[in-house]
């Protein structure tokens, strides 16, 4: 008598939700046995109450992600093809973020997974942006990862999957948010990403001579501070907008390849992650392809904050077998993510 034929093992279903600024974020991740890791679904409903404040109001996001948070969810399901029964696993970013909006994200998450009695995962954001990019390709550690976004400029060396040493970050301002205020200045709109990015492809890289910030320096940080000082004079000495633009980009781009170059000689690595909302920036992806290394970007829709990205994190968790974490925890608006 034959044995009989073992019973196949099924792919789990991981549910991920982002709540952390004005992006209310829900995507679906498929695990499969053998480790891959598919984007089923990725639904972002991204706020515009805060484009004429010209930047963002934390009380208003909140308010939305409340609103919104059922309907993303119910569409993110139907576009993976599932039932909320189906969900394996439900992960949520607790960190760092507005608090506010957080704990609308966590609470339901929360909610879901004890309703369904599946694991819960508190996600970190800057996590779930590197694992936007790691699983383009199935990317495993060593690697360096550069998050760009409107609130993290951060570069961190992952000798092995799951572990970030932080190699170096932002002194003052974000690069997104540089990118959003000079916009602003420059009367271009809001968010300021696309808008200089536009605005760069009329313009005179070279009309307005900023300088690279940080020059000299030993380790690989950055700041932006002095870049938005710089336009602020160069604006009102009557600089041109698309010429403002273009040479900004220039120099914020120069800057960010090179600090990163930098850091990739001294650790060795010749694998970079970029991800985060700066890292759709055309004239970023044209610099890092002229840079020697090998770099790898998110996938299609998944370089802003959304809920994917969240998926990504929790499953790797799961695939990596690490244990679910406690209902019991709360959101932070500061979340360090280096663990050395």
Same mark, same amino acid.
């Given at each position: 008598?034959?044995?009989?034929?073992?019973?196949?093992?099924?792919?789990?279903?991981?549910?991920?939700?982002?709540?952390?600024?004005? *992006?209310?974020?829900?995507?679906? !991740?498929?695990?499969?046995?053998?480790? %891959? $890791?598919?984007?089923?679904?990725?639904?972002?409903?991204? =706020?515009?109450?805060?484009?004429? @404040?010209? #930047?963002?109001?934390?009380?208003?996001?909140?308010?939305?992600? &409340?609103?919104?948070?059922?309907?993303? %969810?119910?569409?993110?399901?139907?576009?993976?093809?599932?039932?909320?029964?189906?969900?394996?696993?439900?992960?949520?970013?607790?960190?760092?973020?507005? !608090? +506010?909006?957080?704990?609308?994200?966590?609470?339901?998450?929360?909610? &879901?997974?004890?309703?369904?009695? &599946?694991?819960?995962?508190?996600?970190?954001?800057?996590? +779930?942006?590197?694992? /936007?990019?790691?699983?383009?390709?199935? $990317?495993?550690?060593?690697?360096?990862?550069?998050?760009?976004?409107?609130?993290? %400029?951060?570069?961190?060396?992952?000798?092995? *999957?799951?572990?970030?040493?932080?190699?170096?970050?932002?002194?003052?301002?974000?690069? +997104?948010?540089?990118?959003?205020?000079?916009?602003?200045?420059?009367?271009?709109? @809001?968010?300021?990403?696309?808008?200089?990015?536009?605005?760069?492809?009329?313009?005179?890289?070279? /009309?307005?001579?900023?300088?690279?910030?940080? =020059? #000299?320096?030993?380790?690989?940080?950055?700041?932006?501070?002095?870049?938005?000082?710089?336009?602020?004079?160069?604006?009102?000495?009557?600089?041109?907008?698309?010429?403002?633009?273009?040479?900004? =980009?220039?120099?914020?781009? =120069?800057?960010?390849?090179?600090?990163?170059?930098?850091?990739?000689?001294?650790?060795?690595?010749?694998?970079?992650? !970029?991800?985060? #909302?700066?890292?759709?920036?055309? /004239?970023?992806?044209?610099?890092?392809?002229?840079?020697?290394?090998?770099?790898?970007?998110?996938?299609?829709?998944?370089?802003?904050?959304?809920?994917?990205?969240?998926?990504?994190?929790?499953?790797?968790?799961?695939?990596? #077998?690490?244990?679910?974490?406690? $209902? *019991?925890?709360?959101?932070?608006? @500061?979340?360090?993510?280096?663990?050395?």
């Amino acid at each position: 008598m034959t044995d009989p034929a073992p019973t196949p093992v099924r792919p789990r279903l991981v549910l991920g939700i982002d709540t952390s600024c004005d *992006d209310t974020g829900v995507g679906v !991740v498929e695990l499969a046995p053998d480790g %891959t $890791l598919t984007v089923r679904s990725n639904r972002v409903w991204s =706020q515009t109450v805060h484009a004429r @404040y010209g #930047g963002i109001m934390p009380e208003l996001a909140s308010r939305e992600h &409340v609103e919104r948070i059922a309907e993303i %969810t119910r569409d993110a399901l139907a576009e993976a093809g599932i039932t909320l029964a189906d969900v394996d696993a439900v992960a949520a970013t607790s960190g760092p973020g507005l !608090v +506010g909006a957080l704990l609308v994200g966590l609470m339901y998450g929360k909610g &879901v997974a004890q309703a369904l009695d &599946v694991p819960f995962y508190a996600a970190h954001h800057l996590e +779930g942006h590197i694992h /936007a990019a790691a699983a383009v390709g199935d $990317l495993h550690a060593p690697y360096l990862a550069l998050v760009v976004s409107g609130g993290h %400029t951060h570069l961190f060396d992952v000798p092995r *999957d799951g572990e970030y040493v932080l190699v170096g970050a932002t002194k003052d301002d974000a690069a +997104g948010e540089a990118f959003d205020k000079i916009a602003r200045l420059a009367g271009l709109g @809001y968010p300021g990403g696309p808008a200089i990015s536009e605005a760069a492809t009329r313009g005179d890289p070279h /009309a307005v001579p900023f300088k690279e910030p940080l =020059q #000299g320096q030993k380790g690989f940080d950055f700041s932006f501070s002095g870049l938005k000082t710089a336009a602020l004079l160069a604006h009102r000495a009557g600089a041109k907008p698309d010429d403002l633009a273009a040479s900004f =980009q220039r120099m914020a781009v =120069q800057f960010l390849v090179k600090t990163t170059i930098r850091a990739a000689e001294a650790t060795g690595r010749d694998v970079v992650v !970029v991800s985060g #909302g700066v890292a759709a920036n055309r /004239a970023l992806r044209e610099a890092f392809a002229r840079s020697g290394l090998r770099v790898v970007f998110p996938g299609a829709g998944l370089n802003t904050d959304n809920g994917a990205m969240i998926a990504l994190a929790g499953a790797a968790a799961l695939r990596e #077998g690490r244990p679910p974490s406690s $209902l *019991d925890g709360g959101a932070s608006a @500061y979340a360090p993510l280096a663990n050395a």
